[in-house]
């Protein structure tokens, strides 16, 4: 059974940082994409960040460049989202989620998430003083 589960979420102060993870099982890390998504309250859920396939590959957000940083460690069936000078505005569900596309081997988009086919169930961050 394929899984995508994330942790790390939580309670941190603006300007803080958390780190993410999101551990895959039952699939190959290494033939999918990952992307991150986050929903905050009445808000549609919006890209983060992604990382192709082959790991050659990073987008993000233009609000979380220079901010934000995702990496795969594939050996431990695992992405990280380190995240940095986080902002109130960050506060949301963030959620992992895989794509086989086999464009996704060498990049990697986030638009709707439509090319996502996994999805974990969420880890709350709440950026807050």
């Known amino acids: 059974q394929l899984q995508v589960v994330e942790s790390g979420g939580g309670l941190v102060q603006p300007g803080g940082s958390l780190r ?7 699939f190959t890390l290494d033939r999918y994409a990952i992307g991150w998504f986050r929903q ?37 069936n695992t992405v990280y989202l380190q995240m940095n000078s986080l902002k109130p505005e960050d506060s949301a569900v963030y959620y992992c989620t895989a794509s086989g596309a086999p464009t996704f ?25």
Do not use: H
Request: proline share 1%.
């Open 40 to 76: 905050a309250p009445g808000k549609e859920r919006e890209g983060v960040s992604c990382i192709s396939s082959n790991g050659g590959r990073t987008n993000y957000a233009d609000s979380e460049k220079g901010r934000f940083t995702i990496s795969r460690d594939n050996d431990k």
């Open 105 to 129: 081997q060498t990049n990697c988009l986030m638009g709707r998430g439509t090319l996502y086919d996994y999805w974990g169930q969420g880890a709350q961050v709440t950026v807050s003083s």
């Open 20 to 26: 993410l993870s999101c551990a895959v099982s039952g």
